[in-house]
């Protein structure tokens, strides 16, 4: 593993509850950021599986705090423009900065376009896409006013980059974190603020287990077709969430000091298909 510093700072992590977040948070606390804990902690009307709850939030904040970090647990739905603000404020008002915001918060569910109802694309929308633009918004004031730099970065998908059948919302919000992305690069660059995303293939989370559960392998296989399997590797299985904490540990990092406005895929070799 590669060895980073990000001693004093202080990481903003959304959908820290499990998953990518939690594997996030540790790599942070690992390299030696304090750590802003955010999740939803409660389930979603449109999404058949659970999503993080208040005691997987405070196993995340244990695990940063063995790593010999504070945590700050909040919880926080990204949707919501006023608690995004107080969590900012929050996180701000206990470490005095914020260095890193990594967007990670999102969901996943499956449904043809034609048939899909208006709740589960704004459920999608709201969540994968303007909860992005939210944190990054109240952060990147932040960044601002500072005037002392700062990393954003994003999940967004191998579906940003290509489409497929079955989960069109998906794709139309992970498509469109890559252009807040590069938009946000452009006017934050001024600012020394790096903005950057991640475009994964199929990670191993809670949150896939829970997709697989609820649709089944089918669902997987038809939204997948068109790009073939997660991987070009051994048996095409699932990565590892440690896999793409890895990427964002270096788009944090000065490492990529003059790394701005991408879309940096961690596919093993999906879209070369």
Not at 57 to 75: H, W
Not at 86 to 108: M, P, Q, S, T
Request: net charge negative; proline share 2%; with cysteine.
């Amino acid at each position: 593993m590669v060895e980073y510093d990000f001693s004093g700072q202080v990481a903003f992590v959304t959908g820290a509850a499990h998953g990518q977040g939690r594997s996030h948070a540790q790599h942070y606390a690992k390299h030696g950021a304090d750590v802003v804990l955010t999740d939803i902690n409660e389930n979603m009307d449109t999404v058949k599986y659970d999503l993080g709850t208040p005691d997987e939030l405070e196993e995340t904040a244990s695990i940063v705090e063995d790593e010999g970090q504070e945590a700050l647990t909040v919880q926080m739905d990204v949707r919501d423009e006023a608690e995004v603000e107080a969590a900012v404020e929050g996180a701000i008002d206990e470490f005095g900065h914020i260095d890193i915001l990594a967007n990670n918060a999102g969901i996943a569910h499956f449904g043809d376009l034609v048939e899909m109802d208006e709740a589960m694309w704004d459920e999608m929308l709201d969540t994968n896409l303007k909860g992005v633009w939210l944190c990054s918004k109240h952060v990147g004031k932040h960044f601002v006013e500072r005037g002392d730099g700062g990393k954003i970065v994003s999940t967004s998908s191998i579906y940003g980059k290509v489409a497929g059948p079955g989960s069109g919302h998906y794709i139309a919000a992970k498509h469109g974190v890559l252009g807040l992305t590069k938009t946000l690069a452009l006017e934050l660059a001024e600012y020394d603020v790096n903005v950057n995303a991640v475009c994964p293939t199929g990670v191993s989370t809670p949150m896939v287990d829970g997709v697989l559960e609820a649709y089944g392998e089918e669902a997987l296989e038809e939204a997948t077709e068109m790009t073939g399997p997660w991987n070009i590797f051994g048996d095409g299985g699932m990565i590892d969430a440690a896999d793409i904490s890895e990427a964002y540990m270096w788009l944090s990092s000065d490492a990529a000091r003059y790394v701005t406005g991408i879309g940096l895929p961690v596919d093993a070799g999906m879209l070369a298909k």
